[in-house]
């Protein structure tokens, strides 16, 4: 079924894709022109594919639809996942699966600063490279960077596995690399083989908590 921006509002879309008893589940909006918070609070196992660019906060609160994206999207893309899959087929801008908590976030080109910021269990795959402040704060899940990784990667991070193939700029306050163990190979190439790469655990870097930060310690005031 195909559904036009140029002829209904975002709002009448976000209550027919929330609410949707069709039997045909696969569902593409076109004209999107760059709004906000288009699919947003999908609860339903809907294919949704969107055939243009997107502006803040696509697919947010997710759960279990899948959404392409084909287009770039804006701030806050797959905000608050629970979980389902979103992709994006172009860049993505700051903040991309900000405080998601499940499902996987793959997006073909770049991310903007923060991507991951304070992710609690999502997965998100970067197949060009993201920003600085990458996965800030993140708590649980796994960020994978095809590209490379600017500043500050992992800066007060708690449980996110990092997985970087290309080079980091640097590293934030309590982030460290690590030796790639038998466990976090195997979950990095299942991510890998979920989001279509061809590619081996052994062509990435892995990077973790040192767990300085978790208590406060005034000898480490100056990382805080």
Known sequence: MDIDLKDISRRTLNQTLQTWHGSDNQIMVLNPAGQHALAAGLTQPLNVIIAGPVGYYCAGMNQQAHVTIEGSAGVGVAENMMSGRVHVKGDASQSAGATAHGGLLIIDGNASARC????????????????????????????????DAGEALGD?????????????????????????????????????????????????????????LYNFSFDNAGAY
């Open 116 to 147: 991951g910021i304070s992710m609690k269990g999502a997965d998100i795959l970067v197949k060009g490279s993201v920003g600085s402040m990458a996965a800030f704060m993140g708590q649980a899940g796994n960020l994978i960077v095809l590209g």
């Open 156 to 212: 007060s991070l708690y449980e996110v596995n990092i997985f970087v193939r290309g080079t980091v700029r640097s590293l934030g306050a309590d982030c460290e690399e690590k030796p790639m163990t038998q466990s976090t190979s195997e979950t990095l190439e299942q991510l890998l083989r979920e989001a279509n790469v061809d590619e081996t655990a052994d062509a990435f870097r892995f990077y973790g908590s040192a767990r300085q």
